[in-house]
């Protein structure tokens, strides 16, 4: 059964069924419930699915008709999944026998795009994978199942994860369109995950799954407000995920709140014989929702990554100041770290993405159906070509080109760059600035403000952020909001040591229950006709 195109969804996969009329005048006919979508986070649905306060069929229902209502003004979500209505069935019918398969049994999430779901294309946002269905569900798609979410949907992204051109505009896919920041809608959803997180900041679904590589979960997490989580590489499995670099790439939960990215994060994560990087996942996964309490700050020390500051502008430091302010309120004692560098890292990690992408892109091709007639990243470079209309017409493929000249996965230059930098940003960079200074995490800015979308010169304006540091060294880190700019979301992240996701997720949340940073989208056009703010968040 081929997924269900949302208008305002995309534009690109013609071959798929669009939703009719009358599906769409019966999404209009769901029952009220007292939750108010636009602020109920997935912590509170969990409860109510729990007390018998609502059924997962009602919210899908309910958050299909807020799609159908809300999507066409920033492009979240690509499609619908058809088997979600028998997915809740099936989760009520289990509560109903009090056999539920968790807490999150029957939570309606969306998942981005380049997340293999059995049945349902996996595109990655170009039109090169559109018939790219496949019969099993990757990993983690399989985990969450096992936990009883309901797959509502697919999310857009940057087309292949904006890994395709340097000159790249985020949130823009040839099968998706354009993704919007629903708090303005001039303004960037950053990316790669940016369907992901402009959906759940839009209330559209009660989560979401993104992945990383560097800074695709956060950026796009703090600018559109709310709670992203990336883990340590090799916690959650890259089995039947469209790669770009087997030393970089993860999924990761994107939620309301942090509890709600920490429950999913439990499901989520474990070892895969098929991921190598996982051996060890299920020695350290744990619980991440357990022991969560807004004293969790008092005595942490925590370093003040200074040496990433100069990357903000003056506004976004402003509201971090007030954010250093709520921490030391809050009992933590932060100390200035400002002794690295990280300058020789950027060199090397270009070869390493652009040498593992080639390489890994082909092995994942290899195992798609013979619908995908591209097998290598050349096959993707000839596709772009001769659909130069559809695919290139914001922007080339200039990376794709380049991971194409690359030399293999035995090339002395690229086995150099990837042992350095995993050196210098793990265990002489993370680990040395953590244990020097005596402190238990780094914190810093996310990213700032969400920038005007310019489809012309591309990403030019997003400006740096903190994501480089844990994504060479595969280290998680978590970020959450502290505020906005000018009615724009920016997010605190808390970076770590390998494995210390619970810590790192007890720390956000102490942090969250004290600044009660979330604000509803305003979905303003611009900011010269900014809406007022939004209101707090009205659920836990």
Not at 66 to 76: Q, Y
Request: aromatic share 4%; glycine share 10%.
């Amino acid at each position: 059964m081929p997924p269900i195109v949302i208008p305002g969804g995309g534009f690109g996969m013609r071959g798929l069924v669009a939703m009719s009329v009358g599906a769409l005048s019966c999404l209009a006919c769901a029952p009220a419930f007292a939750v108010t979508l636009s602020c109920t986070s997935a912590t509170a649905l969990s409860a109510d699915l729990a007390a018998h306060r609502i059924t997962a069929t009602a919210l899908v229902r309910r958050y299909e008709a807020r799609i159908a209502r809300i999507n066409p003004k920033i492009h979240a979500v690509i499609a619908l999944n058809p088997r979600a209505m028998a997915e809740a069935r099936a989760s009520d019918a289990r509560r109903a026998a009090g056999h539920p398969l968790g807490p999150l049994d029957g939570l309606p999430i969306l998942v981005k795009d380049n997340i293999g779901i059995a049945g349902l294309p996996t595109t990655a946002g170009s039109l090169a994978l559109a018939k790219n269905v496949r019969p099993v569900s990757s990993t983690v798609i399989q985990n969450l199942r096992r936990a009883g979410v309901v797959i509502l949907g697919r999310a857009n992204l940057s087309e292949w994860a904006n890994i395709r051109s340097g000159h790249s505009t985020s949130g823009w896919s040839a099968v998706g369109g354009l993704t919007r920041n629903p708090y303005m809608l001039d303004r960037t959803a950053c990316g790669s995950s940016s369907g992901s997180a402009a959906a759940v900041a839009a209330g559209l679904a009660a989560a979401a799954i993104g992945t990383e590589t560097d800074g695709s979960i956060s950026c796009p997490s703090s600018m559109n407000g709310v709670v992203g989580l990336k883990p340590t590489v090799g916690l959650v499995s890259r089995t039947g995920i469209v790669p770009i670099s087997q030393s970089q790439d993860t999924a990761g939960p994107i939620a309301r709140t942090v509890r709600g990215a920490a429950m999913l994060l439990s499901a989520m994560a474990g070892s895969d014989p098929q991921d190598p990087a996982t051996a060890h996942a299920d020695a350290h996964r744990t619980n991440y929702a357990a022991d969560l309490r807004p004293g969790a700050l008092k005595g942490v020390r925590l370093g003040i990554a200074e040496f990433l500051l100069k990357n903000f502008t003056p506004k976004t430091l402003k509201v971090f100041r007030h954010a250093l302010a709520l921490l030391k309120a809050e009992g933590a004692v932060l100390v200035k770290v400002d002794d690295e560098h990280l300058a020789p890292l950027a060199k090397n990690e270009n070869l390493v993405l652009m040498t593992e992408l080639k390489a890994d892109m082909k092995a994942y091709l290899a195992a798609s159906p013979p619908a995908v007639r591209s097998r290598t990243l050349a096959d993707l470079i000839t596709f772009d070509k001769t659909h130069a209309r559809e695919e290139m017409r914001w922007f080339g493929q200039s990376l794709f080109l380049a991971a194409e000249r690359t030399q293999g996965l035995e090339d002395p230059a690229y086995l150099r760059a990837r042992a350095t930098n995993r050196r210098l940003a793990g265990p002489q960079g993370i680990e040395r600035l953590l244990k020097e200074h005596h402190v238990v995490a780094l914190i810093s800015p996310t990213q700032d403000p969400a920038s005007v979308i310019d489809l012309i010169n591309g990403d030019a304006g997003i400006g740096g952020g903190d994501s480089t540091l844990p994504a060479i060294a595969g280290y998680p880190y978590i970020t959450v909001p502290m505020g906005q700019v000018q009615g724009l979301p920016v997010g605190l992240s808390f970076i770590g040591m390998k494995w210390s996701e619970a810590r790192l997720i007890r720390l956000a949340y102490a942090f969250e229950h004290s600044a009660q940073a979330f604000r509803t989208p305003t979905y303003s056009p611009d900011v010269l006709h900014r809406n007022p703010v939004g209101q707090p968040l009205c659920g836990g």
